[in-house]
């Protein structure tokens, strides 16, 4: 007997392929944080090893400073597109939780539709203009002994909601996909007029491990 698509059990290839690039341009990012150390122990090493005895006082802490917020921002910012793709960001679904499974697939694509997306290209667009006038005057930190070149890390803004994007789109055709197929079977959920689209728009049975860590296959096996 063929498995009933849900989203338990299925995940849609074209949205396990946007995850995917989601997640190694998240996970070479993330290498920023071993650097992020790095500054904050060579930082405090100097403050309390060497300028509370008197050495280098001529060696000011503010670009250090500067640069652990800057090492900060970058992972964050590209964080908040892998928490979307894992459905990790912080929500009340007392209410959700209660709904019927193909109720939550309505309720997921308003939210992305309707409150998700235009926020994100609102953000996208002025976020954009702001790190232009970044670029073109050449921002720098307002401290005389700052970082230059303050655009570099505001031009992550932009590309931070491109990214969360792109995550919103994964995550709309994902729940899209799944509500039309609900309760269906994957021999019946392939249309002629759409059979070019088929390899990346049917869903799949997840993998074994990943069935096992939410305990699904656990569930079935107990239940047989």
């Known amino acids: 007997m063929a498995t009933l698509i849900s989203g338990e059990t299925h995940q849609i290839p074209i949205t396990e392929f946007l995850n995917r690039f989601i997640k190694r341009v998240v996970e070479a990012v993330a290498w920023l944080n071993v650097a992020l150390i790095i500054v904050i122990l060579t930082t405090v090493i100097l403050r309390y090893g060497f300028h509370r005895n008197g050495l280098l006082l001529g060696w000011g802490l503010v670009p250090m400073e500067e640069l652990e917020w800057h ?4 992972p964050f910012m590209f964080g908040l597109a892998y928490a979307i793709t894992n459905d ?28 998700l997306m235009p926020v994100l290209l ?8 702001y790190a232009m006038y970044s670029f073109s005057h050449n921002e720098s930190s307002q401290s005389p002994s700052g970082l230059p070149y303050r655009w570099i890390v505001k031009s ?20 899209t996909v ?47």
Do not use: N
């Open 71 to 74: 090492l900060y921002s970058v």
């Open 88 to 115: 990790s960001h912080i929500r009340i679904d007392i209410i959700h939780m209660a709904m019927s499974k193909r109720l939550q697939h309505f309720f997921e694509i308003f939210g992305i539709v309707f409150l």
């Open 122 to 129: 609102i953000m996208l667009d002025f976020s954009f203009d």
């Open 156 to 175: 992550v803004i932009p590309l931070s909601m491109l990214l969360m994007i792109i995550a919103a789109l994964g995550r709309l055709i994902q729940e």
């Open 178 to 224: 799944l509500l039309l197929h609900h309760g269906k079977e994957i021999e019946e959920t392939v249309p002629i007029r759409v059979a070019i689209f088929a390899p990346w728009l049917t869903p799949k049975l997840k993998d074994a491990h990943l069935l096992e860590d939410s305990g699904i296959l656990t569930r079935e096996g107990s239940g047989s």
